[in-house]
Antibody
Framework: QVTLRESGPAVVNRTQTLKLTCTVSGFSLTTGDMCVSWSRQAPGKGLEWLARIDWDDDKYYRTSLKSRLTISKDTSKNQVVLTMTDMDPADTGTYFC????????????WGQGIRVTVSS | EIVLTQSPNTLSLSPGDTATLSCRASQNILSSYLAWYQQRPGQPPRLVLY???ARPAGIPGRFSGSGSGTDFTLTISGLEPEDFAVYYCLHFGALQYTFGQGTSLEI
């Protein structure tokens, strides 16, 4: 059974760095051409993709946020970590991690999401 | 950067009706790179179609997709109460994922 679960702080202060963790099970982060992405959704708004890390450690970032994002993985813990620097109240929203497979261009499994509020 | 524009923003229908949702790309895209998601309030997105028209396991046959080039359509035939939600299209290209702004399907 494939599952993804996001964890991290519910509140961060403006200008701080956000660190989110996605813990996965039911698949490997190092084999099977699996990839994990982070996306976010501001309250009442649409979805925005942020970053992706592949089984072979290739990384991709949203162009407009590239300077603020870092994605990495800890295979011993089955975790994918996203850090976002210089947080702003505009970054408030729900952050999701999701799985995709190399060669397929969609996310098939999603976590439930974690709500993050940036306090000014 | 490819922009996906969904229409309409809101679609008001009744159970039993057929819903037709549109996703238009700012330039030609491959149908294999286009997916559709359903999102209910407080829930993560749920994949309903990938490669423009393929249904994942567990998605009812009333969901169908079509299109090519810049114009893609999600059709839901015989709407059930649980189908009323927000729908997003998604494209992957140039190492970036792009979502449409969403269509809210309401009763």
């Amino acid at each position: 059974q494939v599952t993804l679960r996001e964890s991290g702080p519910a509140v961060v202060n403006r200008t701080q760095t956000l660190k989110l963790t996605c813990t996965v099970s039911g698949f490997s982060l190092t084999t099977g051409d699996m990839c994990v992405s982070w996306s976010r959704q501001a309250p009442g708004k649409g979805l925005e993709w942020l970053a992706r890390i592949d089984w072979d450690d290739d990384k991709y970032y949203r162009t407009s946020l590239k300077s603020r994002l870092t994605i990495s993985k800890d295979t011993s813990k089955n975790q994918v970590v996203l850090t976002m620097t210089d947080m702003d109240p505009a970054d408030t929203g729900t952050y999701f991690c999701a799985r995709s497979s190399s060669g397929w261009y969609h996310f098939d499994y999603w976590g439930q999401g974690i709500r993050v509020t940036v306090s000014s | 950067e490819i922009v996906l524009t969904q229409s309409p923003n809101t679609l008001s229908l009744s159970p039993g009706d057929t819903a037709t949702l549109s996703c238009r790309a700012s330039q030609n895209i491959l149908s294999s790179y286009l997916a559709w998601y359903q999102q209910r309030p407080g829930q993560p997105p749920r994949l309903v179609l990938y490669s423009s028209s393929a249904r994942p396991a567990g998605i009812p046959g009333r969901f169908s997709g079509s299109g090519s080039g810049t114009d893609f359509t999600l059709t839901i035939s015989g709407l059930e109460p649980e189908d009323f939600a927000v729908y997003y299209c998604l494209h992957f290209g140039a190492l970036q994922y792009t979502f449409g702004q969403g269509t809210s399907l309401e009763i």
